[in-house]
Structure formats: structure tokens, C-alpha cells
T-cell receptor, first 111, second 114 residues
Framework: QQQVKQSPQSLIVQKGGISIINCAYENTAFDYFPWYQQFPGKGPALLIA?????SEKKEGRFTISFNKSAKQFSLHIMDSQPGDSATYFC??????????FGSGTRLQVQP | GAGVSQSPRYKVAKRGQDVALRCDPI?????LFWYQQALGQGPEFLTYFQNEAQLDKSGLPSDRFFAERPEGSVSTLKIQRTQQEDSAVYLC????????????FGPGTRLTVT
């Protein structure tokens, strides 16, 4: 059962453009929604996270938008750079337990 | 400071062999998680420890998989009688309750079963 659905599977963006990745969840008990960035051969690294009582969180060029009623959340990467080329995973959890991950989005930022 | 470390980084096993994968969490981190990541997929939860207690092992795919954390620090994931479908990257993550929900991941062990 896939509890977190992520799209698109892959994304190509020009340098300086905006990258947008979307996720939808089913379990209304989820209370923490992190995004992870993973480079080849490395483990996932926490990028930014949000709680459901907040509609938006911004850290530098990265913004999470959260729509509780629609059970959707998205990651926006502003001014995308070639160094941002990686695989991004949304995730969700409840009670500080196991993370449920989306299937990932491979982002390629072209110079 | 030192992050989560895992060893070995790569492991090739013949089908039917037993393997043991090690995780050294960040010092002081109480919670430890194991995940399995198939090629091109997101990580999937295997098991969770709080100190030495294994609180959740619902993600272990079969009784061939066994995890332990006897002293509440280092953890070992053991896979008995490996099968080709066990080929994946095995990720370990740790977290400290006082720092919220953040889980810090190690680089993973890539297991290939031939």
C-alpha cells in the first residue's frame, strides 16, 4: 500500500528556473512531512520539513507548501542550480516513528 | 561531528549465504532505524529501536531478516540464506528525541546477491 504518492518521476529544469515536486498522502494521522535529498552513492539528507499546522515553510531557496484539506504537499526549489541535481524524496511519519517515503523524483538542472 | 556510519559499504553474497550489516549511529542518538532501498525506489522501513528495545519490526520482509542492538548503540542487521530479491541498499538512520523528528541517514550498504 503506497501511502505517499510522489510526482513527477523525473524533472528537467533550466538553471535559474523553479523546480516543483508534488506529494499526496492518505494517512491523516501523519504529523510530520520532511523532504530528503539524495545524491548517488549517498544516504538521504534532510532538506526541509513541515508540520500540518503550518501552510508554508521557507528555508533559503527551498519552500514547502502544505494543503491539509487536500492531503497534499509540495517542494519548490527557487533559482535551481546544477548542484541541486539529485533525487528528492517526500516522506511522512507519525509519532517520531518510521518514515514512509514517496517513490522519488530525479531532478536534473541544466546549465 | 561524526555522522551515521555503516559497514561494509558494499557486500556481494552468493545466494544462500548469511550476511551481517553494521550501523554506528550518531553518539547519543536513542532511536535507530533500518530501511531497505531498492534500485530507483524510495527507502522502505524495516525495523526501529529505541535504545536496545526493538519497538517495531513490522517492515522485516521475512523471518530471514533479524536485527539487534544489544547495548543500545551499534546495531546489526542480519540476513540469513540470502535471496536475489534481497539485493538492495540497506540504510540506517538515527535520531535524538530532543531534536524532534529528524532522522539522519548513513551512506548505506549496497548488497548484491548473485
Amino acid at each position: 500500500q503506497q501511502q505517499v504518492k510522489q510526482s513527477p518521476q523525473s524533472l528537467i529544469v533550466q538553471k535559474g528556473g523553479i523546480s516543483i515536486i508534488n506529494c499526496a498522502y492518505e494517512n491523516t494521522a501523519f504529523d510530520y512531512f520532511p523532504w530528503y535529498q539524495q545524491f548517488p552513492g549517498k544516504g538521504p539528507a534532510l532538506l526541509i520539513a513541515i508540520r500540518p499546522d503550518v501552510s508554508e515553510k521557507k528555508e533559503g531557496r527551498f519552500t514547502i507548501s502544505f494543503n491539509k484539506s487536500a492531503k497534499q504537499f509540495s517542494l519548490h526549489i527557487m533559482d535551481s542550480q546544477p548542484g541541486d541535481s539529485a533525487t528528492y524524496f517526500c516522506a511522512a511519519t507519525t509519532g517520531r516513528r518510521a518514515l514512509t517515503f514517496g517513490s522519488g523524483t530525479r531532478l536534473q538542472v541544466q546549465p | 561531528g561524526a555522522g551515521v556510519s555503516q559497514s561494509p559499504r558494499y557486500k556481494v553474497a552468493k545466494r544462500g549465504q548469511d550476511v551481517a550489516l553494521r550501523c554506528d549511529p550518531i553518539s547519543g542518538h536513542v532511536s535507530l532505524f533500518w530501511y531497505q532501498q531498492a534500485l530507483g525506489q524510495g527507502p522502505e522501513f524495516l525495523t526501529y529501536f529505541q535504545n536496545e528495545a526493538q519497538l517495531d519490526k513490522s517492515g522485516l520482509p521475512s523471518d530471514r531478516f533479524f536485527a539487534e542492538r544489544p547495548e543500545g548503540s551499534v546495531s546489526t542487521l542480519k540476513i540469513q540464506r540470502t535471496q536475489q530479491e534481497d539485493s538492495a541498499v540497506y540504510l540506517c538512520a538515527s535520531s535524538f528525541p530532543g531534536q524532534g523528528y529528524e532522522q539522519y541517514f548513513g551512506p548505506g550498504t549496497r548488497l548484491t546477491v548473485t
